[in-house]
């Protein structure tokens, strides 16, 4: 079943913003109050300069113009508390915003496949993660508020002016209509430029990362020349990207500019004319001058704004398009789970990596509990996909694969690996303490439990030669790779699984304690099943059961005494074995 996971951008924003409605709301009413209050100064100066100009003839009207005085400043005082107010509502907001948006996205992969992570660049992911945060804060306080502010501004701006004049109020109402239709036309241009920057510059992240994976054969083949060489297309790409939308941008805001000034002179002269009329007194002349300044601020901070939204929508898709994809999930409705036994058994399989087949399996094959299986045949031939199936890390196209009673593909992933502990071919390590990471085996358990396994994968020895032994921070480049090995055996072994699966877990260890975890291996109980997937025979010839993997089928099967008597492929490798 294919599980489509975009997101909406604006369920997505909507999300985002419930759980700060209230703050929100009250940083839209401070908006509203800060608007008002300029357009009161603007009303109460006209006041005061018409009391003003009374006054010049008739010094008896003096109160007036103490009291418009007291009411300008009571706007500006007003003005000021709403804008304090505002930020520090703002402030309760983001940060926590930023937070829930970074926690939401990466989160949210767990949801997906095995396969999604298999096509996925972890540094080009959270590159977009963050930006996402960034400007998804962006869109509610410098767009969103903004615009309300703008919108709420520029109607208080039109009453105005009808109130003064009703030319000077159509005037008003066509250069705003104007501006910002063209401002939206124009828009959806840069959206599209600003999409493209936002992908290139995560590649940009993505490739240096990559460069910083592989730091080892970077120096040891000098390869740091052809690292920057390689690197640098990419930046160069990210700045021929991001001139074209700054210049881009620039023209958009030139031509605008130069509407603003056109207009202000037009309007600007009617009034004069009007003036000389007698039409309008100094304290509306005052007030139109002063709103038709408003508007023109007010309408250039919108083209300005409507730019940079544009381009911050644009991030925002390129995070959600990334941090959401389709994933292929289980091919079944989830089923209640029922065990009477562990046995295995897997019927008629098949596998494939985008129509290549990589396994595949005619038939039933049945693997009892409690018994010890082993996985032998060349590199390549399907050992490791055949763990993966069983674990639910990947789904069968074809066919079935039960574990007890239940058909895996109706299991909830968490129901079924509950039951194993895979002790991987390629053993990585947390960035955290040794104990943190043995401990990943089962939350659960103890110092004393850690411990006693770190014992048994050979490990502890090791482990107190540190400075804080199991307290030692480690990460994959600070162990030795035979180290690894052992602390994914402890990890392993210290889980209560039912099947314990080692995928050449010994592979980079010497022969000694190579010996020593076969037989910490042998001990685990005897009802727990084990697979051991393993090129070197000797380990594995006393399994009760021996598959041989040959191109991605299982070619022969038996115990090892009936499987070197056979003409096939493990004789073969047992011969060239012994031989060595
Ligand atoms: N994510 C993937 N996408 C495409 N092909 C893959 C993927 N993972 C594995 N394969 C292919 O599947 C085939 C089987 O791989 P698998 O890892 O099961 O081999 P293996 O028997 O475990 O080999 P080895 O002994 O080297 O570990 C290989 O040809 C491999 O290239
Ligand atoms: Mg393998």
Redesign the pocket.
């Known amino acids: 079943m294919k599980i489509k996971n975009k997101v909406n951008m604006l369920s997505f924003f909507y999300n985002i913003i419930r759980p700060f409605k209230w703050v929100f709301f009250g940083i839209i009413i401070c908006v509203g109050i800060t608007s008002l209050s300029v357009y009161s100064f603007f009303w109460f100066m006209k006041y005061l300069v018409d009391a003003l100009t009374v006054c010049s003839t008739d010094m008896s009207k003096i109160g007036d113009v103490y009291k418009y005085a007291i009411f300008v400043i009571s706007t500006i005082m007003i003005y000021e508390t709403s804008a304090r107010l505002r930020e520090y509502l703002q402030l309760q907001m983001i940060p926590k915003m930023k937070k829930n948006i970074i926690d939401s996205l990466s989160g949210k992969t767990f949801a997906y496949s095995y396969n999604f992570f298999?096509n996925f660049t972890p540094a080009k992911f959270v590159y977009a993660v963050l930006q996402t945060s960034e400007s998804t804060a962006d869109i509610f306080i410098d767009y969103a508020v903004d615009f309300l502010k703008t919108i709420f501004s520029l109607s208080l701006a039109c009453v105005s002016l009808f109130y003064v004049d009703i030319y000077l109020g159509y005037l008003g109402l066509i250069w705003i209509a104007i501006w910002m239709f063209a401002g939206f036309l124009l828009s959806k241009k840069t959206h599209t430029m600003s999409y493209k920057l936002a992908d290139l510059r995560s590649s940009l992240s993505a490739k240096w990362n990559n460069t910083f994976d592989n730091i080892d054969s970077v120096f040891v083949y000098n390869g740091s020349e052809n690292e920057l060489a390689k690197n640098q297309k990419n930046s160069t790409d990210v700045m021929n990207q991001d001139k074209k939308l700054s210049k881009y941008i620039f023209k958009v805001m030139s031509v605008q500019g130069s509407v603003v000034v056109g207009i202000t002179g037009i309007a600007f002269l009617y009034m004069i004319g009007l003036f000389k009329k007698g039409v309008i007194t100094p304290g509306d002349f005052l007030l139109v001058g002063e709103t038709i300044h408003h508007i023109s601020h007010n309408l250039w901070e919108f083209a300005q704004d409507l730019s940079w939204l544009v381009t911050d929508i644009g991030r925002i898709k390129q995070g959600l398009d990334m941090s959401t994809s389709d994933s292929i999930q289980r091919n079944g409705e989830i089923q209640k789970i029922n065990f009477k036994n562990h046995d295995i058994k897997i019927q008629n399989i098949s596998f494939a990596?985008s129509d290549k087949e990589?396994f595949s399996h005619d038939g039933i094959l049945n693997i009892p509990q409690g018994k010890k299986i082993a996985l032998v045949?060349s590199?390549?031939?399907?050992?490791?996909?055949f763990v993966k199936l069983m674990l639910g890390l990947e789904y069968p196209q074809k066919g079935e694969i039960f574990l007890g009673q239940n058909n895996t593909k109706y299991m909830n992933e968490y129901d079924l690996r509950e039951n194993f502990a895979l002790i991987p071919?390629d053993p990585k390590v947390f960035e955290d303490t040794i104990f943190n990471n043995i401990r990943y085996g089962s939350f659960s358990a103890t110092r004393e439990e850690v411990i006693e396994y770190a014992k048994k994968a050979q490990i502890h020895n090791f482990i107190m030669t540190l400075p804080d032994q199991y307290e030692t921070m480690i990460k994959n480049t600070s162990l030795s790779g035979g180290q690894r090995q052992r602390l994914m055996i402890a990890r392993g072994l210290l889980r209560n699984a039912k099947v314990f699966i080692f995928d050449?877990s010994t592979s980079a260890l010497d022969t000694i304690t190579e010996k020593d975890i076969l037989n910490a291996i042998e001990e685990i109980d005897s009802s727990k099943t084990k697979f051991i997937i393993a090129h070197r025979l000797y380990t594995i010839k006393n399994s009760d059961h021996i598959l041989v993997?040959q191109h991605g089928k299982i070619v022969q099967q038996g115990s090892h005494d009936s499987l070197i008597l056979q003409n096939g492929l493990y004789q073969e490798l047992y011969k060239i074995q012994i031989q060595n």
């Open positions: 298999q990596y990589v045949g590199s390549g031939s399907g050992k490791s996909t071919q050449e993997f």
